[in-house]
T-cell receptor
Framework: AQSVTQLDSHVSVSEGTPVLLRCNYS??????LFWYVQHPNKGLQLLLK????ATLVKGINGFEAEFKKSETSFHLTKPSAHMSDAAEYFC???????????WGAGTKLIIKP | NAGVTQTPKFQVLKTGQSMTLQCAQD?????MYWYRQDPGMGLRLIYY???????DKGEVPNGYNVSRLNKREFSLRLESAAPSQTSVYFC???????????FGPGTRLTVT
């Protein structure tokens, strides 16, 4: 059965420092993986997606994620945090049916000035 | 383009009351979804519609019904609201099981 675990419920970094949000997944097949972002009181926006092409995926706003099959991980990174990055981030894995997504519990990213 | 729209934005119901949440998309997408979001639990799929004329249960369908009215519209109905259904509800659409889902702004529902 597919599942996704976000290893930190909260991550706090200073502005200008690197961001690392960790995600591990479990999937019987080669999965499709996504990161979505939700800013306070807003809807959800796709940051990036992995669908079996390049293992390093670049997304919007300077974020990227690396698919590591051996570690079943899909961690999200950004070299330098900005105040506008403060939001909740969700790691998501697809089900084989292609219509259902399994969502992680979310990681709240806090940016300190 | 408006993308995915939802109405209402906020709603308060008493236990036992019924209501319908409306969702529409103008992106000519085939697939549509209803999720609920609860604190600390991410999003959970209630129902989805892979294409016009089909609907299927997701992870948490109990207490809900859906109607895919046409290609644009997908409604979610609570027949007899319960406090456990207090949540934020999101509608989403995707082109064709392509996985990239586009979300509406959400409906915040409180059941007292």
């Amino acid at each position: 059965a597919q599942s996704v675990t976000q290893l930190d419920s909260h991550v706090s970094v200073s502005e200008g420092t690197p961001v690392l949000l960790r995600c591990n997944y479990s999937s019987s097949y080669s999965p499709s993986l996504f990161w979505y972002v939700q800013h306070p009181n807003k809807g959800l926006q796709l940051l990036l997606k992995y669908t079996s092409a390049a293992t390093l995926v670049k997304g919007i706003n300077g974020f990227e994620a690396e698919f590591k099959k051996s570690e079943t991980s899909f961690h999200l990174t950004k070299p330098s945090a900005h105040m506008s990055d403060a939001a909740e981030y969700f790691c998501v894995v697809s089900l084989d049916s292609n219509y259902q997504l399994i969502w992680g519990a979310g990681t709240k990213l806090i940016i300190k000035p | 383009n408006a993308g995915v729209t939802q109405t209402p934005k906020f709603q308060v119901l008493k236990t036992g009351q019924s209501m319908t949440l409306q969702c529409a998309q103008d992106m000519n997408h085939n697939s549509m979804y209803w999720y609920r979001q609860d604190p600390g639990m991410g999003l959970r799929l209630i129902y989805y519609s892979a294409s016009e004329g089909t609907t299927d249960k997701g992870e948490v369908p109990n207490g809900y019904n859906v109607s895919r009215l046409n290609k644009r519209e997908f409604s979610l109905r609570l027949e007899s609201a319960a406090p456990s259904q207090t949540s934020v509800y999101f509608c989403a659409s995707s082109l064709n099981g392509a996985h990239e889902q586009y979300f509406g702004p959400g409906t915040r529902l409180t059941v007292t």
